[in-house]
């Protein structure tokens, strides 16, 4: 079963406008992390944000934020005011115990984002 | 250099062919990773070094093979690969690894691979 789904392959946003990316996942461990991560066409994965299972606050970082809602097991991404270099795919990822000793990503298969000028 | 570097960035090989890909990092990290993202695929974890202990993945082909001397660098081994190969494959670090703790991966550029 998938245990990160990223419902929208692609969405468009007009620039200066705020856009959600949804992100839901599916776990039975009590204790795991949420990560968002940017790829450009260039290639390389960027750390966004990260939510704890435990934190109690939705975590914010600049212009991003993570709608946490945890009985629901969604994690969607707010960007507000986007920017034209916004455009990018977008991951959502899932910390989970791999090999039982260490722990991996497991990511969604990512949304297009295009932001228009 | 600063954070995570591959070389090189681009690697267009025969199936014959062995060749290496290198991944060095900047943030004096203890644990490294080996990614694999394909087309249309959502991006697969293929080897983890910790404190330069290896977490086997037997889901790998042998014709991948991972060495990391130190914990600053990891090379990816290649030989006798299958046109099915070809991705991008992105080298991550992060301070921990194998400790059961939060652990932000931080990735490199990427080498993308071609296999004729």
């Known amino acids: 079963a998938q245990k990160i789904t990223q419902t929208q392959p692609g969405m468009f946003v007009q620039e200066k406008e705020a856009v959600t990316l949804d992100c839901t996942y599916d776990?039975?461990?009590?204790?795991?992390?949420l990560f968002w991560y940017k790829q450009p066409s260039s290639g390389e994965m960027i750390f966004l944000i990260y939510?704890?299972?435990?934190?109690?606050q939705n975590a914010t970082e600049g212009r991003y934020s993570l709608n946490f809602q945890k009985a629901r097991k969604s994690a969607n991404l707010v960007i507000s005011a986007s920017q034209l270099g916004d455009s990018a795919m977008y991951f959502c990822?899932?910390?989970?115990?791999?090999?039982?000793?260490?722990?991996?990503?497991?990511f969604g298969s990512g949304t297009r984002l295009l932001v228009r000028p | 250099e600063t954070g995570v570097t591959q070389t090189p960035r681009h690697l267009v090989m025969g199936m014959t062919n062995k060749k290496s890909l290198k991944c060095e990092q900047h943030?004096?990290?203890?644990?490294m990773y080996w990614y694999k993202q394909s087309a249309k695929k959502p991006l697969e974890l293929m080897f983890v070094?910790?404190?330069?202990?290896?977490?086997e993945n037997n889901s790998v082909p042998s014709r991948f093979s991972p060495e990391c001397p130190n914990s600053s660098h990891l090379f990816l081994h290649l030989h006798t690969l299958q046109p099915e190969d070809s991705a991008l494959y992105l080298c991550?670090?992060?301070?921990?690894?194998?400790?059961?703790?939060?652990?932000?991966?931080?990735f490199g550029p990427g080498t993308r691979l071609t296999v004729l």
């Open positions: 991550a670090s992060s301070q921990g690894g194998l400790a059961r703790s939060f652990d932000t991966q931080y």
């Open positions: 776990t039975s461990d009590q204790s795991y992390g």
């Open positions: 939510q704890g299972s435990y934190d109690e």
């Open positions: 990822a899932m910390r989970e115990l791999w090999m039982d000793s260490s722990y991996k990503l497991i």
């Open positions: 943030l004096g990290h203890n644990a």
């Open positions: 070094y910790s404190l330069e202990e290896r977490v």
